[in-house]
Nanobody, 115 residues
Framework: QVQVVESGGGLVQVGGSLRLSCAAS????????MGWYRQAPGKQRELVAR???????NYVDSVKGRFTISRDNGQNTVYLQMNSLKPEDTAVYYC?????????WGQGTQVTVSS
């Protein structure tokens, strides 16, 4: 089994920063991509940022220049540094990890940006 545990969400004021972490443990085989989705109330889940095993990254346009994704391959961990947060960043953030056998998801962590 694979366990995916997220941490780092919370309440922050506009312009503030948060750092999300996501760690995978268990029977992980050759991690390919790791990343973060988010879902705001009444909206579809969207891909926020993704990083592949070579370190290539991609971001949704709305977070470019504000969010940075990184990974620690040795620890099977992915991070999302979120700066200059806006109210529209408020959502539940879900981590995903993709290995040779499939995708694994975290339970979600709430990020709330207050104005």
């Amino acid at each position: 089994q694979v366990q995916v545990v997220e941490s780092g969400g919370g309440l922050v004021q506009v312009g503030g920063s948060l750092r999300l972490s996501c760690a995978a443990s268990g029977s992980i085989f050759s991690i390919d991509a790791m990343g973060w989705y988010r879902q705001a109330p009444g909206k579809q889940r969207e891909l926020v940022a993704r990083i592949d095993r070579l370190g290539w990254t991609n971001y949704v346009d709305s977070v470019k220049g504000r969010f940075t994704i990184s990974r620690d391959n040795g620890q099977n961990t992915v991070y999302l540094q979120m700066n200059s947060l806006k109210p529209e960043d408020t959502a539940v953030y879900y981590c995903f990890i993709r290995d040779a056998l499939g995708d694994y998801w975290g339970q979600g962590t709430q990020v709330t940006v207050s104005s």
